[in-house]
């Protein structure tokens, strides 16, 4: 995904002088063909996330689109009053990029977890939250956010996640991607869960379970209309992330469900639960001791649709 | 230039009774903040900013963020009484469905470039619009006013290592340097000191002044940059509270707002 991110910014970059990056001094061997071909449009801010932000924020208060980049929680949790404030409230043209969604730096423990995020950036006033499930998601929401005039936040994984489109498909932000039909189920992934969940759902497809599956890329403004039509038309739906299980993706689906379903859906939120990790791991292995396995929700969603 | 001084120290005057009672009025606190700096505003918008009250807007304008956010009394009365927006306005600060918050807030404000409020915020926007204006050779400087109490934030020092190691020297920093902060004497609190030399050693051209002295203020901000390729920072010594004798150098006063007695007592001596 980081791939498809930078080779789309680039693109960009190259169409629109006003676009900039700026790294907290992240991004070794990532970066080098961008700095190359456009080095007034590219700025290391060094170790310094919460001045990086506020200079993010007088740069697009100037007329700049500019990405801040950097791993984990450190675009994020570390300068949030700034992206608050700052670049929030003044709608500023800011996207904040993170590299290393959920449990992506597995062993590096859990400074480096990013597994709040989305609650968090989905709580800001004027932040669109965007979490691309594969590379083709990962290039279309680039090119979308330069085009939103405002603070977006761009949730990557980290390098390698496999395609899970078979082609570039249309994305269109705030609007869920349908990637297969399904009748008795709709699972709703986001960002890194997406490929598990396409494995999941033709398991379940080959257990008699038919499978809606929703690429749920855009957080925030969540696609209320593809959430109720979900429930509405297959009649149970679980949200997949890999994130917490508390005012995520998961969060936002349950507002949604709560306030405007027309009737009751069974409905369960799988995510990262117990808080800390204190496993040491990879991201896959993380995964399966968090029940984020294909299996696990193959497992899960059964016991959603076939009560025993 | 007598009389221009004398116009600035007029209109520092202005600034003064016009924060004292919007304080006693609002009621609200903070007015000794107002009080420390407002010789340095009156400099400022008397005559060093290249703005427009009628084009706030205006691309090549100069940039002022008031980064101790919670001064916005003094800004709100010298930006009113330059034409950005009625007089009338000043009398709705604090007030239930008002136009002016009790910190700078650029919504609807015209002349407010950006909201602050949270310390340790402005510089660092200041160093991006400094950048940009770089990035796009433009001419126009950017200044940026800080309380001393605001420099206990990382922030601000991110930021003076960002300026100084980028030579922005079309940032203007301005330190109201009045050696109080919420909770006591800078000094008490985390001492700042030897400050200008932080500065000094952050690649920053430093000048201290004293920050009443208003043919100095003016001399010195007309020089800016003191040298080409770093920014500038001017250490202006303030008292807190200054040109009210009973609010001079007391804690009370960044937080009391003047009882009815009070005010007529300030806007006399002010008067005199």
Not at chain 1, 15 to 25: A, E, K, N, S, Y
Not at chain 1, 87 to 115: E, I, Q, R, T
Not at chain 1, 166 to 183: E, H, K, M, S, Y
Not at chain 2, 59 to 64: K, L, S, V
Request: net charge negative.
């Amino acid at each position: 995904m980081r791939t498809a991110f930078i080779k789309e910014l680039e693109e960009q970059a190259a169409r629109d002088p006003r676009v900039m990056l700026i790294t907290g001094d992240l991004g070794f061997t990532v970066f080098e063909p961008f700095i190359k071909r456009f080095p007034k449009q590219f700025l290391n801010a060094g170790v310094a996330e919460q001045n990086m932000t506020g200079v993010a924020a007088g740069l697009a208060l100037s007329g700049k689109i500019v990405f801040t980049y950097s791993i984990a929680n450190f675009p994020t949790l570390r300068c949030l009053e700034q992206i608050r404030n700052d670049v929030c409230y003044h709608k500023a043209n800011v996207k904040v990029v993170s590299v290393g969604a959920g449990l992506a730096y597995g062993a590096l423990g859990s400074s480096h977890h990013a597994l709040e995020d989305l609650a968090i950036l989905r709580a800001l006033p004027e932040m669109t939250v965007v979490a691309p499930g594969d590379p083709f998601e990962a290039a279309a929401a680039t090119e979308a956010i330069v085009r939103h005039d405002g603070p977006c936040y761009l949730r990557l994984g980290k390098a390698g996640e496999p395609a899970v489109h078979p082609r570039a498909p249309g994305f269109t932000l705030g609007r869920a991607i349908r990637v297969r039909d399904g009748g008795d189920l709709t699972l709703i992934a986001t960002g890194t869960m997406l490929k598990a969940c396409a494995d999941a759902a033709a398991k379940l497809e080959a257990e008699g379970i038919s499978t809606r599956l929703l690429s749920m890329h855009t957080v925030k403004p969540i696609d209320a209309e593809a959430i109720l039509l979900a429930a509405e038309e297959t009649g149970a739906v679980m949200t997949v992330e890999e994130h917490g299980v508390i005012g995520g993706l998961g969060g936002a689906v349950a507002e949604v469900l709560a306030q405007g379903a027309s009737k009751r859906v069974p409905f369960a939120i799988m995510g990262v639960k117990g808080g800390f990790c204190r496993i040491v791991g990879s991201q896959d292995y993380l995964k399966a001791q968090f029940g984020l396995g294909v299996d696990d929700i193959v497992a899960r969603a059964k016991a959603l649709v076939v009560p025993v | 230039m007598t009389d221009t001084i004398e116009a600035l120290k007029s209109l520092a005057r202005h600034i003064r009774l016009t924060s004292v009672r919007m304080t006693h009025c609002a009621p609200s606190a903070h007015v000794g903040g107002s009080l420390s700096m407002a010789d340095l505003l009156a400099a400022l918008y008397g005559g060093i900013l290249r703005v427009d009250p009628a084009n706030p807007k205006w691309e090549e304008r100069d940039r002022f963020i008031l980064s101790k956010g919670h001064s916005c009394a003094a800004l709100y009365a010298v930006l009113a009484n330059k034409g950005f927006f009625p007089e009338a306005w000043l009398d709705t600060f604090y007030r239930d469905g008002g136009k002016l918050f009790g910190h700078a807030t650029h919504t609807g404000i015209p002349g407010i470039e950006v909201s602050t409020g949270s310390l340790g915020h402005g510089l660092p926007i200041a160093c991006g619009m400094a950048l940009a204006a770089k990035l796009d050779g433009q001419k126009h400087r950017i200044y940026c006013m800080l309380s001393d109490g605001e420099c206990d934030e990382g922030s601000v020092w991110e930021a003076a290592l960002f300026a100084g190691h980028h030579g922005l020297d079309n940032l203007v920093v301005i330190v109201d340097y009045n050696k109080i902060q919420s909770l006591g004497h800078t000094k008490e609190v985390l001492d700042l000191d030897p400050f200008a030399k932080k500065w000094e050693d952050f690649r920053w051209a430093t000048r201290e002044i004293d920050g009443h002295d208003m043919a100095l203020i003016d001399s010195t901000l007309r020089q800016v940059p003191f040298e080409a390729g770093r920014p500038t920072c001017v250490m202006a010594h303030t008292v807190k509270g200054k040109g009210v004798s009973f609010m001079e150098d007391k804690l009370l006063w960044h937080y009391r707002n003047a009882s009815v007695d009070e005010y007529a007592a300030a806007v006399a001596e002010l008067k005199s």
